[in-house]
C-alpha cells in the first residue's frame, strides 16, 4: 500500500476512490430529512468502508458520570428510535463502556478483555478487538 492508498473493506484502494466514496455517503446524508433514516443510511455507507462484525451506539446526553445509554446495538433485533423510544433504551453505569464513553477520546484495544460482572459484558460476547469513537 502506498501512500495515496488506504484500505476500503480491508482491499487497498486509491485516495480518489476513498474521497467518491466519502462524498457520495455525506450527500446521501445531507438528503436526509428523518434521523433515525440518515443513521440507518450512515451505518450502511460506513460499513462499506470499515467492516465491523458487531457495532453499538452509546449517549450520556442528559445523564452525569458514569450512567450512559445504549442507542443502538446491531445484536438488537428490534430497531429502537433513540429519540422517540427514549424508555427502550438500555442504562447502564460504569464498566468499559462507562470508561470509554467518559474517556473523551478514541481508544482502539487489540487484545479486548471485559470482567464477567461488566454491566455491557454481553455487548463485547465474543469480541476480541474494539474500535470507540467517543
Known amino acids: 500500500m502506498t501512500a495515496t492508498q488506504g ?9 480518489r476512490h476513498r474521497l467518491d466514496l466519502i462524498i457520495e455517503m455525506m450527500r446521501e446524508m445531507s438528503l436526509q430529512t428523518d434521523p433515525q433514516a440518515m443513521v440507518r443510511a450512515y451505518g450502511e455507507r460506513i460499513r462499506q468502508i470499515m467492516p465491523a462484525n458487531r457495532y453499538v451506539a452509546l449517549s450520556r446526553r442528559d445523564l452525569e458520570f458514569p450512567k450512559y445509554r445504549i442507542t443502538r446495538s446491531s445484536l438488537w433485533k428490534d430497531e429502537i428510535d433513540p429519540w422517540k423510544q427514549r424508555d427502550r433504551l438500555p442504562l447502564l453505569e460504569g464498566g468499559l463502556f462507562g470508561e470509554l464513553i467518559y474517556g473523551d477520546e478514541p481508544r482502539i484495544i487489540d487484545e479486548l478483555e471485559v470482567a464477567p460482572d461488566d454491566p455491557a459484558a454481553a455487548y463485547f460476547e465474543g469480541q476480541r478487538s474494539l474500535i470507540a469513537i467517543p
Do not use: M, P, S
Open 7 to 15: 484500505l476500503i473493506g480491508g482491499k487497498a484502494v486509491d485516495w
